[in-house]
Every structure is written in C-alpha cells, then in structure tokens.
C-alpha cells in the first residue's frame, strides 16, 4: 500500500526553492518505493489534503525566527478542521535551522520526536531556511 508525503512549502527566495527541489529530489528518488510525494504552495494547500496524507515535510524561511506568514496562515486556515485529526502530530514540533549550531542544512526532524523514519510509518517535519 502507498503512503502519500505532502510537501507544502513556501519558496520566496531562490535559496529556499533550491533547498525545496533537493528536498523533492530526494523524496522522489527512485530508490524509494511506495511512497507519492504531493507538492503543494503553502497558499493553496486544502485541509483535506492535510488529512489525506500520511507524512508531511513543511518548508519555510526562517522570517525573524519563525516559520513564513504564508505557512502559518495554511495552518490558522485548516486548524479547527484538523484539531482533533491531528493533535498527537503537533505535540512535540520541530523546527531545523542551518543556524542552529545542532542542526545541518538539509536536516529533516519528524514533528512527532524522532529523527529517523521510513515510508512504512512517516511523521511530518519542518525545514527552515
């Protein structure tokens, strides 16, 4: 059985759609099997594709510290419609900067606490720019 990784992204400026297309790079290699890779902009991603998918990668610049008006706004859109969906996926977020002094520059943290994972059992993540 597929799972489905959402890709919602907000790519501004040339150096976060670069790090977006390695991240669909890599998400979409083929050596990775059972898994469809959704893009979509932060400003046109549905509620119901949120629910529908079984991972979720969010990518975002860092914009004085903090994830993109265009992010946060898809999430205010779709909170009371995902709430009770999604709550254990937002217990414990985090967020991965490449000015963080732990943190690499293409880091991918699972928004559920591990940093590891694969496609049978995939958490969501946020990669900040």
Same mark, same amino acid.
């Given at each position: 059985m597929?799972k489905?990784?959402l890709?919602?992204?907000?790519?501004?400026s040339? *150096?976060t759609q670069?790090?977006?297309e390695?991240?669909v790079a890599?998400?979409?290699?083929p050596e990775?099997d059972?898994?469809?890779?959704?893009r979509?902009p932060a400003l046109?991603?549905?509620p119901?594709?949120?629910?529908?998918?079984d991972? *979720?990668?969010?990518?975002?610049?860092?914009?004085l510290? *903090?994830i993109?008006?265009?992010?946060?706004l898809?999430f205010d859109?779709?909170y009371y419609?995902?709430?009770?969906?999604?709550?254990a996926?937002?217990?414990s977020?985090?967020v991965?900067?490449p000015?963080l002094?732990?943190?690499k520059?293409?880091?991918? *943290?699972?928004?559920?606490g591990s940093?590891s994972?694969?496609a049978?059992?995939f958490?969501?993540g946020?990669?900040?720019?």
């Amino acid at each position: 059985m597929s799972k489905t990784l959402l890709v919602v992204h907000h790519t501004p400026s040339p *150096y976060t759609q670069e790090m977006f297309e390695a991240v669909v790079a890599g998400a979409t290699d083929p050596e990775i099997d059972g898994v469809e890779v959704v893009r979509r902009p932060a400003l046109t991603v549905s509620p119901v594709e949120m629910l529908e998918a079984d991972g *979720y990668l969010l990518g975002s610049p860092a914009n004085l510290g *903090y994830i993109s008006g265009a992010l946060k706004l898809a999430f205010d859109q779709s909170y009371y419609q995902l709430l009770d969906s999604m709550i254990a996926l937002i217990e414990s977020p985090q967020v991965c900067s490449p000015k963080l002094p732990t943190c690499k520059r293409w880091s991918v *943290y699972r928004l559920a606490g591990s940093c590891s994972g694969s496609a049978e059992g995939f958490g969501g993540g946020v990669v900040v720019a």
